[in-house]
């Protein structure tokens, strides 16, 4: 089952940015992810206007491929710099439909 990590990031320090943007992209790869967009260039069309700074949108093919990302060894201190020079949000879901009816959608387990 597909699963996408969307990461949500308020920028307060940005000295960790040219490190992790340059790097987390290969080593997010290396464990079957995908970067489908990673932008700046955030629109709000409904509800309050967030802070973020930065959303990237990131497909795996499983939750496993998604925790291997997270506790690979190279990502650690990328992950520890973003944490201390941001306020993010992580989060992950999958591909399904929790109302059943969207025919390409999986059905929720």
């Not at 949500?8 to 960790?16: A, H, N, P």
Request: overall charge negative; glycine content about 6%; hydrophobic content about 45%.
């Amino acid at each position: 089952m597909t699963v996408f990590l969307i990461a949500e990031i308020k920028v307060t320090d940005d000295g960790w940015v040219p490190e992790y943007a340059a790097r987390v992209h290969e080593i997010a790869e290396r464990h079957s992810g995908r970067y489908l967009s990673r932008t700046a260039n955030i629109e709000t069309l409904e509800g309050p206007a967030s802070d973020q700074t930065v959303i990237a949108l990131i497909a795996f093919p499983s939750r496993e491929d998604v925790m291997a990302f997270a506790a690979d060894p190279e990502y650690g201190p990328l992950g520890a710099a973003r944490r201390l020079g941001s306020v993010c949000h992580f989060r992950l879901i999958d591909d399904t439909d929790i109302a059943g009816a969207i025919p390409y959608l999986a059905q929720p387990r």
